[in-house]
């Protein structure tokens, strides 16, 4: 009873310490420092730089550079209170996979093969804007914070139920429980608050965040079938599309007011 008195008193303390709001407003807790989380960034960029190739093509990186270098300016200049990083660093990894990253500290990885589904640099932007929105709302520590929360209530019932018969299985059932209830709920809403966050970003640096829509066509095409829903970490493409055109009126008016983009490869 010690045990459970003491770490409830320290998951309390932890929680009144780190909650806070995200850059739309929505609550969110995020406990782990902001420098550890760059630090983490740092190496886990540093590792993949090498362990994968590195894409040589000179248009498809010049492509990439412009887009995430506008993209990143608007993204500061959008959401200011969001705090970025002083410098990024941009990598097209020599990757088939439709794919892209954003770590924090300010590293940005774009899979070649990305390319080949982001048919324009509009779409592209959509990708990077969505990433580095990602950073911004600083969901890989809100993710690593819940990680950690689930862990140390799995913890506690281990302790308590020890010696019972019982023990192993309430565990099993409770981890269940809690990926599918907290989980990925939680990283649905991860993923809708980038899309949000990454069309205003697209806009704001003077992209067509209609491209958005036509992108995640693409991947719909590109990526076949998806698990139901309610098991995934990443919306249905159809519910991530409505989303998106449910922000489109606002998005449009922040393009018209921009200065068109000019990335070409």
Not at 13 to 42: D, F, H, I, K
Not at 155 to 183: D, H, K, T, Y
Request: proline share 5%; hydrophobic share 45%.
């Amino acid at each position: 009873m010690k045990s459970w008195g003491g770490l409830v008193a320290l998951l309390a303390m932890l929680t009144l310490a780190g909650c806070g709001e995200t850059p739309t407003g929505r609550s969110q807790l995020a406990l782990v420092p902001e420098a550890l989380m760059a630090e983490m960034g740092g190496d886990a960029f540093a590792e993949m730089r090498r362990s994968r190739p590195v894409a040589r093509d000179p248009a498809a990186n010049r492509l990439v550079q412009c887009v995430a270098r506008e993209v990143i300016a608007a993204a500061e200049a959008r959401y200011p209170e969001a705090g970025m990083s002083e410098a990024w660093e941009v990598v097209v990894f020599d990757d088939p996979s439709p794919n892209a990253f954003a770590l924090p500290g300010g590293r940005i990885g774009v899979h070649a093969g990305l390319l080949q589904v982001a048919e324009t640099p509009d779409q592209l932007a959509a990708v990077i804007g969505h990433e580095v929105a990602h950073v911004l709302a600083d969901h890989g520590n809100e993710r690593f914070t819940q990680q950690l929360g689930i862990k140390a209530v799995l913890l506690v019932v281990g302790l308590v139920s020890e010696g019972e018969l019982a023990g192993e299985g309430l565990r099993q059932a409770l981890g269940i429980g809690a990926r599918l209830g907290i989980a990925l709920p939680f990283s649905r809403a991860h993923e809708e608050e980038a899309d949000q966050m990454g069309l205003a970003i697209m806009a704001k640096a003077g992209f067509d965040p209609r491209h958005s829509v036509a992108l995640w066509r693409n991947m719909a095409k590109a990526g076949g079938g998806q698990p139901p829903e309610f098991l995934s970490t990443h919306p249905a493409h159809g519910s991530r599309i409505e989303a998106l055109e449910s922000h489109m009126s606002d998005a449009m008016a922040a393009f018209r007011a921009a200065s068109e983009a000019r990335c070409t490869g």
